[in-house]
């Protein structure tokens, strides 16, 4: 019962996709103790929904008809948060992917939200530059893919090249990087330096911050063999910066689609975890139209007009080889 498809839109119609479904399955544990309750790959899936739409607990429950209480929903979110399963989730998932991509090229920036209040809040703090209270989202993201691959929520106030240091230092050092692309914010010896001593042989796209001397137009000037020293071991190319724009796309794609700063919760703790689950529905969804792309539904009646049959017919010579098992444990799709 809880595995049937739900009532939604046709552009989220991914929610109901029987490889996406496989994949939260993985991620969820089997209880061994207690009664059995509703299945929580199902509970999710509503929760999904529920921040795309927008709508409340209330009418959530109310489209579920199945006599499920709004209050169920709040306490598996609630259960999701304590237990810290959005930001595991978000690992695995990024690991699994990271193992089928051969380089990385990467796009670093943040971006600031509004609290839910419009007032100051448990985290949050007064940003001078947007004049609101807010948080703020740090991510790295891969420019191939378009998806988060670490991320670090802070106040609103954060300095971007501080927290930029501390993605920089999580990231691990097997990832083949190849390039990593930032803003002026990010022009600083030791956010450079953090980079190149883990992936050397990236090619590093920071254009030049203006000086102090530059900004208050001082006799005193930054020479030209200082300036030449900063540049150096810089591709600062207009083809390799212009892919900066990218993560201003997913950041804009973050509030407008998977609706990020407008869910009505407070406090730095709550933000973190729609962030998360917004990285997270946005892995699923990449992942969903991964498998489209080799797979093709053509729906049969059987046994009656209500019956459907899904046939997945793969082109196998096409086929990535990681695809390839996770295609095969699926049964209900045969294979040329």
């Known amino acids: ?24 399955e993985k991620l969820f544990k089997p209880a061994h103790t207690g009664r059995k ?77 509004e609290t839910y209040s419009g007032h100051d809040e448990n985290g949050s703090s007064y940003s001078g530059y947007y004049q609101k209270n807010g948080f703020k989202l740090h991510k790295l993201i891969d420019f191939q893919t378009d998806l988060p691959l670490l991320q670090i929520a802070t106040y609103g106030s954060a300095a971007d090249v501080i927290f930029g240091v501390h993605l920089i230092r999580a990231a691990p050092k097997e990832w083949n990087v190849t ?57 600062p190319t207009q083809r390799l910066m212009n892919t900066r724009s990218s993560i201003e796309r997913h950041f804009s794609r973050d509030k407008r689609v998977f609706k990020l700063g407008e869910e009505r919760t407070r406090h730095l703790k709550n933000f973190r975890a729609n962030a ?29 007009p209500c019956q459907h049959k899904i046939i997945m017919l793969m082109l196998r010579p096409l086929t990535p080889p990681t695809l390839r098992p996770q295609a095969e444990r699926l049964g209900y799709f045969h294979l040329r």
């Open 37 to 113: 309750g509703y299945g929580k790959v199902w509970l999710l899936r509503w929760l999904i929904y529920k921040h795309l739409s927008g709508f409340s607990y209330r009418d959530i429950a109310s489209l579920t008809n199945t006599g499920i209480d709004h209050s169920t929903l709040v306490h598996f979110k609630q259960n999701l948060i304590k237990t810290l399963w959005l930001p595991k989730a978000f690992k695995e998932l990024i690991a699994q992917i990271i193992a089928q991509l051969k380089s990385l090229h990467l796009v670093l920036d943040s971006t600031f939200v």
């Open 179 to 235: 390039a990593l692309v930032a803003d002026k914010g990010y022009d600083s010896d030791e956010f450079r330096g953090q980079i190149k001593q883990k992936w050397q042989d990236a090619q590093l796209g920071i254009p030049l911050r203006r000086t102090n001397q530059e900004a208050r137009n001082a006799k005193r000037r930054e020479t030209f063999w200082n300036k030449l020293l900063k540049a150096f071991l810089r591709f």
């Open 276 to 304: 998360y689950l917004v990285s997270i529905m946005r892995i699923l969804e990449w992942s969903v139209k991964q498998i489209e792309k080799w797979l093709f539904f053509t729906k049969l009646n059987t046994k009656g």
């Open 1 to 24: 019962m809880h595995t049937n498809n739900i009532p939604v839109p046709l552009r989220f119609q991914w929610l109901n996709h029987p490889y996406l479904i496989n994949i939260l």
